[in-house]
């Protein structure tokens, strides 16, 4: 199944025990650099951006949820156990939610050994005539910080018993397996383990509840400490919107739960308080090993769309905080993903294959077919940021006595009827090329900003098909405004 098992000395040595520049160096100047991994057929992949060459590190798998390394170089997968490869071949195909699974880890540069570190108890049993069920359901895996351990969430079937609901640590240095806490809240709907990502500022767990009483399904947000204590939570209701996504973002120099909302706009969860607040900017992916030299990419959603996971649009901002052009991509993040030096950037395309974007062109990856748009797509150690002050979201001196901006990527606007047409320019600032104009009262939607330019808080929008940048106002009045509900 595994074409090779993973040597834990060999691991630790090669990723997790690189100090200071020989660690940065070695991900730069290892093989890994150029290997973009992807799921295909549920197996994994990996494709060499310089060779042009592609080959499967799995073979016969069931590859549901893969996570790299902060170092690079290694990758936790959740991948069926055997009895559920088993059930699969005797039933013919088994519905109704998630399989029992185990949490794999593999060196994908040396293809040196793959090493189960969560596998089913010995008197696991699942679609077996005469006896009872019994197994463990896992969640996608997340890795520390620091790469030095793996966590995910599991739940017993089919007791689904609160001590089994629980959220549970691997330590590579010790071999380790240890439960953080159990009674984890009960997921709405089908059973299942619960999504799990792991930042600096604990462990964050999502929920979907039921409230008898107005009978919805709001969404909580758990944060936890490696210990098992709650350190933070909150509960986003209906009326506020659905929950996209949530990712660990860093702002100002501390983490914070990023929560995204279905019409695009974002939201912190600070984890040392619990407090909640609107997003000052919309947060980018870059890379963390170059943080200084590496690309923003910012993405927006049309909430209108039809589709989900071709609904986005992305942007590239310099490491300068120069805006740049937008991006030939329509994936969801997740599916999108920048190489350690932070410039290149590999992700599902419209075809239904992966593509990389560098030096300003896209270029399709040659025998890389994903069957989902979804699909999972890794290259380098990448995280989340809302820039500081001069990087292209934070208010910057030239716009000081300019009125504060008041709309972010995801919202409708419009230009303020009873007043005139703003110009649609090809970049930020009032001496970019003109696209048009945008008619009093005419609606748009905005993709990204806001950005300072010559004094004035321009946005990217989209409207009626035509996408530039268009300006908020000045430091007497506002030309647009947020679109007001109907």
Not at 194 to 208: F, I, P, S, Y
Not at 275 to 287: C, F, I, S, T
Not at 349 to 369: C, E, K
Not at 407 to 418: D, E, F, K, M, S
Request: aromatic share 10%; hydrophobic share 40%.
């Amino acid at each position: 199944m595994y074409r090779k098992t993973l040597m834990l000395a060999l691991a630790a040595c090669l990723f997790g025990a690189l100090p200071g520049l020989w660690a940065v160096r070695a991900q730069i100047e290892n093989p890994a650099a150029n290997l973009v991994l992807f799921v295909q057929g549920g197996n994994l992949w990996v494709w060499d951006v310089a060779s042009g060459e592609s080959q499967p590190i799995t073979l016969n798998t069931h590859i549901e949820g893969v996570a790299l390394s902060p170092a690079g170089g290694l990758v936790a997968m959740r991948d069926w156990s055997p009895i559920s490869y088993d059930a699969w071949e005797r039933s013919g195909g088994i519905g109704g939610g998630p399989l029992p699974s185990d949490i794999v880890v593999v060196n994908y540069v040396t293809l040196e050994p793959g090493m189960t570190i969560a596998a089913q108890p010995d008197d696991a049993s699942f679609f077996v005539d005469g006896v009872p069920d019994s197994a463990i359901l896992r969640s996608d895996p997340t890795w520390s910080p620091d790469g030095a351990s793996v966590a995910w969430t599991e739940l017993h079937y089919p007791s689904l018993s609160p001590e089994s609901n629980r959220l549970v640590m691997y330590t590579f240095a010790t071999g380790e397996t240890r439960v953080v806490t159990t009674n984890l809240p009960d997921m709405m709907g089908v059973p299942q383990p619960l999504q799990v990502k792991w930042g600096e500022g604990g462990l964050a767990l999502r929920v979907t509840l039921f409230d008898e009483a107005s009978i919805t399904y709001p969404e909580q947000i758990l944060v936890y400490d490696t210990d098992g204590n709650l350190r933070a939570q909150t509960v986003v209701s209906e009326d506020e919107g659905a929950l996209a996504d949530y990712q660990w973002i860093t702002w100002n120099d501390a983490p914070y739960v990023g929560i995204q909302f279905g019409d695009g706009h974002w939201e912190l969860l600070d984890p040392a308080t619990g407090n909640r607040q609107p997003a000052p900017a919309a947060p980018q992916l870059y890379g963390t090993v170059f943080p200084d030299d590496s690309l923003g990419l910012r993405v927006s959603r049309d909430a209108q769309s039809g589709s989900y996971w071709n609904s986005f649009t992305w942007t590239a901002t310099t490491p300068d905080g120069q805006p740049g052009s937008s991006l030939p991509i329509t994936s969801a993040p997740g599916s999108v993903a920048l190489a350690a030096d932070g410039q290149r950037i590999a992700y599902t395309n419209d075809h239904g294959g992966l593509s990389v974007w560098q030096n300003g062109q896209a270029i399709d990856m040659p025998g890389t077919l994903v069957v989902d748009a979804y699909a999972p797509v890794l290259w380098g150690p990448n995280g989340w940021r809302i820039a500081a002050a001069g990087n292209g979201d934070a208010p910057q001196d030239a716009c000081a006595t300019t009125l504060p901006p008041r709309l972010q990527p995801g919202v409708q606007a419009q230009v303020i009827p009873g007043t005139s047409a703003n110009n649609l320019r090809a970049d930020p600032g009032a001496g970019a090329a003109s696209l048009g104009q945008i008619d009093p009262g005419a609606a748009f939607t905005v993709l990204d900003g806001p950005l300072c330019a010559g004094g004035m808080y321009w946005y990217q929008v989209d409207y009626n098909g035509t996408v530039g940048w268009t300006a908020e106002g000045d430091a007497a009045a506002y030309w647009i405004e947020p679109l007001p509900a109907s």
